[in-house]
């Protein structure tokens, strides 16, 4: 059973189970393999992940952080995960990482936050902000890439090696030997560069991400 038919038959049982059953001797009676493509509406899909259970990191959250902005965005940004900040607001990059995010939102391409589309590889907080492990991730990708779909940006920018790692599968390149590279995701343009979070701790490479966002300003033509 792929991950999407497991969420599809999660949702139907948590929906029965909302009406008053307990057990079915045969799940076939309430699961049908129809209609098993996650929805091309962005609000849609948030409706179906924020009811998400489908890893471990559903008992820990307070809120599912879908993610944010223009879904018709030409410059998408996909970090790791919610930190304790968002998973407090049900926002992406809220506190300090959000702030710097924002201000190179601002200074580098002139737009606005609200002008691009900002969401994460997962969609629950990890408990103590580790790193998302293989299972949760895999339970989770599917509802990125469909993201991704729906804003179909002209680049898209990976903030950190959890992002670059799992949007291209390479699990080897270290994100310090790809940064501001010019890769392929599909036809999308997809740019890695360090996380918001890495340059709070490392404020010294900061001119190394303005280099990498100045790539994605001439891809964007701005
Ligand atoms: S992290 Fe993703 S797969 Fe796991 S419960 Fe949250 S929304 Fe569902």
Do not use: W
């Amino acid at each position: 059973m792929t991950n999407l038919e497991k969420l599809k038959l999660l949702k139907l049982l948590y929906q029965h189970k909302s009406m008053g059953f307990e057990y079915f001797s045969d799940l076939k009676s309430i699961y049908h393999k129809r209609d098993l493509a996650l929805p091309g509406s962005m609000d849609e899909l948030k409706t179906i992940v924020t009811a998400c259970h489908m890893c471990s990191l559903s008992k820990t959250r307070k809120n599912v952080v879908f993610g944010d902005g223009n879904i018709n965005a030409d410059l998408m940004f996909v970090g790791e995960g919610p930190g304790a900040n968002e998973d407090e607001s049900g926002h992406v990059f809220v506190g300090r990482a959000g702030e710097l995010l924002s201000k190179i939102i601002e200074n580098v391409f002139n737009l606005r936050r609200d002008d691009v589309y900002i969401a994460n590889i997962v969609k629950c907080r990890p408990p103590l902000n580790r790193v998302p492990n293989m299972d949760e991730v895999s339970a989770c990708k599917d509802f990125i890439l469909q993201q991704i779909r729906i804003v179909n940006p002209k680049v898209l920018v990976a903030l950190g090696s959890t992002a670059f790692h799992h949007l291209t599968g390479d699990y080897e390149t270290k994100i310090s030997r790809v940064r501001g590279e010019v890769l392929k995701f599909g036809g999308i343009d997809l740019v890695p560069t360090f996380h918001p979070s890495f340059l709070l701790r490392n404020p010294s490479s900061k001119k190394e991400v303005f280099q990498d966002m100045l790539t994605v300003k001439r891809l964007l033509a701005l």
